[in-house]
């Protein structure tokens, strides 16, 4: 059953031709009652039931909700909800297509958790390029003003939708806010967290564009049927025969999924993009779950990247090193460095490392190891070590 989306899965080409939901066909399948009731609560039962119900963020880290309201909360100033619509991911457009074809469900997450945090303002940041998502928000966000119950002037604050001609990097959190305050897309050292410095100069939380689709879901029905269901989105792309966007529970196989995606002769899963290693057929029974996939030494992302048996495997990887090669920012100079290194040592080849090459490739990557402002070139160190083995 799907909850988010108004069909469950909704197919990749098809994204031109989704006709974005109204606010009546929304209303008519529960919507704005999560925010109703948001206002009946206040604020503070409405964070304790973002806590009850367990919610991470979707936006790759999994970073509990909750946690992160808490420290906005905890913090002074003027506070200000920054919402992610960045998604520049290889192979994710989950959050593209629930702008496009719900865009009211992601509202009304974004007025229950802006009423929830007390924020000054809502910031939209989204990849200028999703021009039909920014029509459909725009459309929702016009019938929404005539919402008397949950206009603007009932909650105390606006939202604004901020299209950004977008690189990779500047989905890192801090990196957006960079460029929000009119910097580079580049990301800093924390502390300071955006909780407590972030959008001009004020304690920010920044939250995925599905994250905010959850909170809606949380309030409309409890904090026990959001456990119970566990609802996501999967972003399905690859050599599938029905890529597309599935809403499914959290823990269904990934065997499960890769049969409703048409996924017949598939050598290889990655099941958070190009941040997390991949998955070998033989563990395809696993179950797409947070702690499921950590234990495995992977993890969910963004979106699930099936590639296909007839692929060489070689050009997969160095596809995917010379994307970090070219999407680091360059501010930390090893991450610029280091990534360029790998594309170069991860080559296609068309035959196989040799033991001594492999060695080479693994030690110089691990030396690159936590040495980066942010996460990015660890994600790449760790792919070169999950496919090395693979490619000897
Ligand atoms: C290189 C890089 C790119 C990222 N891109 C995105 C993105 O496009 N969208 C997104 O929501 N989060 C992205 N993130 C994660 C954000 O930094 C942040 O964790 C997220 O927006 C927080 O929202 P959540 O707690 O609701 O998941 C990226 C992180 C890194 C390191």
Request: aromatic share 8%; net charge negative.
């Amino acid at each position: 059953m799907h909850q988010m989306l108004p069909q469950s899965p909704i197919a990749k080409q098809d994204l031109s031709r989704i006709i974005p939901e109204t606010l009546e066909q929304y209303r008519d399948r529960g919507g704005y009652q999560g925010l109703l009731r948001a206002i009946d609560l206040g604020p503070q039962a409405v964070r304790a039931q973002i806590r009850e119900s367990e919610l991470r963020g979707r936006g790759g880290a999994a970073f509990p909700t909750y946690l992160k309201w808490q420290a906005l909360v905890d913090a002074t100033g003027d506070k200000y909800l920054v919402v992610n619509g960045a998604e520049g991911e290889p192979g994710a457009f989950k959050d593209r297509f629930l702008m496009t074809a719900a865009p009211h469900q992601v509202l009304e997450g974004i007025q229950i958790s802006g009423f929830a945090l007390g924020v000054k303002d809502v910031i939209f940041y989204i990849n200028d390029q999703f021009q039909e998502a920014i029509t459909a928000l725009n459309g929702a966000l016009a019938e929404m003003a005539s919402m008397q119950w949950a206009g603007d002037s009932r909650l105390g604050f606006s939202v604004t939708l901020v299209p950004e001609s977008h690189v990779y990097i500047a989905g890192e959190e801090t990196a957006l806010i960079s460029v929000l305050n009119g910097g580079p897309a580049q990301p800093w050292r924390k502390p300071p967290y955006p909780t407590t410095q972030g959008y001009q100069g004020q304690p920010t939380a920044v939250n995925n564009v599905e994250t905010m689709a959850h909170v809606a879901l949380v309030l409309r029905n409890s904090p026990e049927w959001y456990k119970a269901y566990r609802p996501a989105l999967f972003s399905v792309d690859g050599d599938v025969a029905r890529p597309g966007v599935y809403e499914l529970p959290l823990g269904t196989s990934l065997q499960d999924l890769l049969t409703q995606a048409g996924g017949d002769d598939i050598q290889r899963v990655l099941p958070g993009g190009y941040s997390m290693p991949w998955i070998e057929p033989e563990d395809y029974q696993i179950a797409l779950d947070y702690s499921v996939l950590k234990e495995h030494g992977s993890g969910l992302g963004a979106s699930i990247i099936c590639i296909g048996g007839f692929r060489d495997l070689s050009i997969v990887v160095n596809e995917i090193m010379t994307f970090f090669a070219r999407e680091t920012c360059g501010k930390c100079p090893l991450c610029a460095r280091g990534t360029k290194m790998l594309a170069e040592m991860l080559t296609p080849r068309g035959s196989l490392l040799t033991p001594g090459e492999a060695e080479q490739i693994v030690l110089k990557a691990q030396k690159y190891r936590h040495k980066g402002i942010c996460t990015y070139m660890d994600t790449a160190v760790h792919m070169a070590e999950m496919a090395v083995p693979s490619l000897t």
